[in-house]
């Protein structure tokens, strides 16, 4: 009996693989020059597993008994891993399209957080709404991303600010993991901000009394799963002590550390970060010397977010100097009320003309080295032998335009593969083939 398998990608003009060694991460040099391989072919099998990438000749003979249960041409296109979202805050409810309008005429972030807008307004809002509410903007939210190429994306709560908020959004991404075709690391980011009539000491005192130990308990009876641990490190919200007592009790009922640091003032939260092992640390437009140098020693990933520099006009987190210092640097859209973007190629192009990456830096960010940062990098991130078959297929002949052609993804992608199934086809391609 012929072996059956999900897919066959053939005749590529360019398959990306990102890494072609098993490699964890890229660091400058490796990021520098991706693997590459012009005229291939790919086949994922049914368990959703990338079985064979090369030649198209290679693979057309390796499988010649073999039946699919799709077949693409991708005769003059490119095919890249699926790209992943390091660093977003996809579940709340009202937007603030307003506070645009106040930014734009001068008003600091800080400004509006103090005068009640800002992440208060999101929590007033996110606590008012009904799960069912959260649920169906939040996968909304995640057909865009993916539409966009996001086959991996990390989601945070931290709009709830109370327990029963912030479980409540968590049971959402928790519906989300089991129920759509996108890969999701969820975050608690219970202390994304101290609460109203709350002191910081107070607020961390019952995360760490309140929220941890529920959290525990939750993962210990199968209900909720959570994969990382997030505080917002920053003057007049949490500071450095109450920063480290928050992340190692999360570290110490078994989640990964990946934080906000160094973003508006200068924490410290490099250090902090490299000291207790953190996975990774985003923002760091302010991050010191010394943090660089403690973040590449401790393979601590640094999670840029170019939109947010952007949106409100701060400084640009120093990219070029991490990567020569050998810091893993990945990208995240930071997608949330206040940066309002769902397209990784959108941020891969903000990296390259503010931030002075590469386009290969750039892609190696959004991909093995974002996934890194969400300790995924042994199954997504790159197309090698045993990954999980996530991919992205764009109608061009050179992958870099999809990073080149800013704000044009929706005619330039193809298709979105997750596991092997076409989740997302651009309609001038034909129907959807149901499985």
């Not at 040099?29 to 291939?40: H, K, V």
């Not at 296109?77 to 709340?92: E, I, Q, R, S, Y």
């Not at 992440?119 to 709404?129: D, N």
């Not at 994304?192 to 959290?215: C, F, Q, R, Y």
Request: glycine content about 8%; hydrophobic content about 40%; overall charge neutral.
């Amino acid at each position: 009996m012929a072996c059956r398998h999900r897919l066959l990608l053939e005749n590529a003009q360019q398959l990306v693989l990102v890494c072609g060694r098993g490699e964890e991460y890229l660091r400058r040099d490796g990021a520098a020059s991706l693997a590459l391989l012009p005229g291939a072919s790919l086949v994922v099998g049914l368990d959703g597993c990338i079985k064979a990438v090369g030649q198209a000749d290679v693979i057309r003979n390796q499988f010649s008994g073999a039946t699919f249960e799709r077949i693409i041409d991708c005769s003059g296109k490119c095919v890249l891993p699926g790209l992943v979202d390091a660093h977003t805050h996809p579940v709340w409810a009202g937007d603030r399209v307003h506070e645009f309008a106040m930014k734009l005429a001068g008003a600091s972030y800080m400004e509006i957080h103090q005068a009640g807008g800002g992440i208060h307004f999101t929590v007033e809002h996110t606590r008012k709404a009904s799960e069912e509410e959260l649920f169906n903007t939040f996968k909304h939210r995640l057909e865009r991303m993916r539409r966009a190429g996001s086959t991996l994306v990390e989601c945070k709560s931290g709009y709830g600010l109370n327990l029963e908020t912030e479980l409540k959004m968590l049971r959402v991404i928790e519906r989300a993991k089991k129920s759509m075709d996108i890969g999701i690391s969820s975050t608690y980011c219970g202390a994304h901000s101290v609460p109203k009539g709350k002191t910081a000491t107070e607020a961390t005192d019952d995360i760490i009394n309140n929220h941890l130990p529920k959290l525990k308990e939750l993962k210990l009876s199968g209900e909720i799963h959570v994969n990382n641990i997030d505080v917002f490190c920053e003057k007049g919200v949490f500071d450095l002590d109450s920063t480290r007592r928050i992340l190692q009790a999360g570290k110490d009922i078994g989640l990964q550390i990946n934080f906000h640091g160094d973003e508006l003032h200068p924490m410290k939260s490099a250090e902090l970060g490299a000291e207790l092992g953190a996975r990774a640390i985003s923002h760091l437009e302010e991050v010191s010397d010394e943090g660089i140098t403690a973040m590449a020693r401790a393979k601590c990933a640094a999670v840029l977010l170019p939109t947010t520099a952007y949106m409100l006009r701060l400084k640009q987190p120093p990219a070029r100097k991490m990567l020569e210092e050998g810091v893993i640097v990945a990208l995240g859209s930071d997608f949330n009320p206040n940066a309002y973007c769902f397209s990784m190629p959108m941020v891969m192009h903000l990296a390259c003309v503010n931030m002075k990456m590469s386009m290969n830096e750039a892609l190696a960010a959004a991909t093995i080295n974002a996934a890194y940062a969400l300790g995924k990098s042994d199954t997504h991130g790159s197309i090698e032998t045993g990954k999980q078959g996530d991919l992205v297929i764009i109608n061009s002949s050179r992958w870099e335009h999809l990073i080149y052609q800013f704000g044009g993804h929706e005619a330039l992608i193809d298709y979105v593969i997750v596991k092997g199934k076409v989740v997302y086809q651009n309609e001038r391609c034909g129907t959807m083939s149901s499985y």
